[in-house]
């Protein structure tokens, strides 16, 4: 079974700087793809960014990178230049072979003007 | 390009009483998911469905829910009685074929069981 663990409920960020949200996993099938999601207070949930198990670099939308570190079994992501507007809960989740997704339990951003 | 599409967005209903959440998924999606909220958690998928089949519902507690997708485009998700624990926030996403995390999100339906 697999399994996701985001262990921080909440982080605080001064807006314009970069902040890092922590997520690792747990999975014995060796192909499976990592997605973040951010969901603000209006309740839509918003895909940011996706990395495949066998990808060798780690992937970027914009402001968005994901720390992909397999080894480790973490894919934490990276927002530059934090914006008012990222402020939100933002949900890792991992997806393996039948494309069965599990969420992890989110972290809140809060970005300060 | 249309959103998926969701209604209603709230429901208030006794317990005991049915209720029915319906589901529009993006065009050319052929994979549908519906998945439960609960207040300051992650989704849990109830039910994913590969064009009209139903492929994975291991987490649907089906003495009380039921779903179809009866061509393979929209979907209705179906709570019958309905208990206080129900309340929640159901989601439905839908995903192009082959890449099944790439997920998109409906607004949701809030659901209060009294």
């Known amino acids: 079974a697999q399994k996701i663990t985001q262990t921080q409920p909440g982080m605080f960020v001064q807006e314009k700087e970069a902040v890092t949200l922590d997520c690792t996993y747990d999975?014995?099938?060796?192909?499976?793809?990592l997605f973040w999601y951010k969901q603000p207070s209006s309740g839509e949930m918003i895909f940011l960014i996706y990395?495949?198990?066998?990808?060798?670099q780690n992937a970027t939308e914009g402001r968005y990178s994901l720390n992909f570190q397999k080894a480790r079994k973490s894919a934490n992501l990276v927002i530059s230049a934090s914006q008012l507007g990222d402020s939100a809960m933002y949900f890792c989740?991992?997806?393996?072979?039948?494309?069965?997704?599990?969420f992890g339990a989110g972290t809140r951003l809060f970005v300060k003007a | 390009e249309a959103g998926v599409v969701q209604s209603p967005r709230y429901k208030i209903i006794e317990k005991k009483q049915p209720v029915a959440f319906w589901c529009n998924p993006i065009s050319g999606h052929n994979t549908l998911y519906w998945y439960l909220q609960n207040l300051g958690q992650g989704p849990e998928l109830l039910i994913r469905?590969?064009?009209?089949?139903?492929?994975?519902d291991s987490q649907l507690p089906k003495d009380r829910f039921s779903a179809e997708r009866l061509k393979g485009v929209d979907s209705t998700l179906k709570i019958q009685p309905a208990e206080l624990g129900d309340s929640a926030v159901y989601l439905c996403?839908?995903?192009?074929?082959?890449?099944?995390?790439?997920?998109?999100f409906g607004p949701g339906t809030r659901l209060t069981v009294t």
């Open positions: 996403a839908s995903s192009p074929r082959g890449r099944g995390g790439e997920q998109y």
């Open positions: 999975t014995s099938d060796p192909s499976y793809g």
């Open positions: 990395q495949g198990s066998y990808d060798q």
């Open positions: 989740a991992i997806s393996t072979g039948g494309f069965k997704t599990i």
């Open positions: 469905y590969e064009n009209e089949e139903a492929v994975d």
